[in-house]
């Protein structure tokens, strides 16, 4: 198994520009999560999905869209990148308790 | 919500034991993890405990839970210096989706 993979693993983005995320897991875990990940801040959950067609806000979702057609991806979207979304990404899949993270985005928006 | 709170940063001497503190405050949690991030890496999940259990071992690392004063430890014995990294502790709340908590991360410096 692959385990959780994420693309790209950086990126440089201007205000204003759009891009996504991707992450896939080969799994067949139902729950998958973005997280941001900031200096002294710990990991922040910004979207969630408990199975394919189902996602739901984190604490931080604004400026962030999800979707989940399927079990193995789940994409996270900047519409619009703002300077204040400079962080690392991760994105996590998990099966009972055990949940594993993807190597993570590392984003600059400039 | 839920507050996790760890120290910033722990240096070690080769050899020695390490411990690192998490403490939180919603006692409705299920799982409690810890896990290590090396430079410019993901999380590695390193071990996790069950609120109903009040330690675990697994090789050189033990983890001690004290629910009533809702304090959860991971100590590492015979520390080595790629033990250096950060680590997470991360709770799970009971009910609904699976939503993890983290804390703020341990800096574990292994001096040789």
């Known amino acids: 198994n692959a385990g959780v993979t994420q693309t790209p693993k950086f990126q440089v983005l201007k205000t204003g520009q759009s891009m996504t995320l991707q992450c896939a897991q080969d799994m067949n875990h139902e729950y998958m999560s973005w997280y941001r990940q900031d200096p002294g801040m710990g990991l922040r959950l910004i979207h969630y999905?408990?199975?394919?067609?189902?996602?739901d806000q984190g604490e931080v979702p604004n400026g962030y869209n999800v979707s989940r057609s399927t079990t193995e991806d789940f994409p996270l979207r900047l519409l619009s990148a703002a300077p204040s979304q400079t962080s690392v990404y991760f994105c996590?899949?998990?099966?009972?308790?055990?949940?594993?993270f993807g190597p993570g985005t590392r984003l600059t928006v400039t | 919500g839920e507050d996790v709170e760890q120290s910033l940063f722990l240096s070690v001497r080769e050899g020695d034991s390490s411990v690192i503190n998490c403490t939180y405050t919603?006692?409705?949690?299920?799982?409690l993890y810890w896990y290590k991030q090396e430079p410019g890496a993901g999380l590695q999940l390193l071990t996790y405990?069950?609120?109903?259990?009040d330690m675990k071992q697994d090789q050189r690392l033990t983890v001690l839970l004290n629910k009533k004063d809702k304090h959860l430890s991971l100590r590492i014995a015979d520390t080595q210096t790629g033990d250096s990294a950060i680590y997470f502790c991360a709770l799970k709340r009971s009910g609904g989706y699976q939503k993890v908590t983290f804390g703020t991360g341990t800096k574990l410096q292994v001096i040789p």
């Open positions: 919603d006692s409705s949690s299920t799982y």
């Open positions: 405990i069950f609120s109903n259990m």
């Open positions: 996590a899949s998990s099966l009972g308790g055990e949940q594993y």
């Open positions: 999905s408990v199975g394919a067609g189902i996602t």
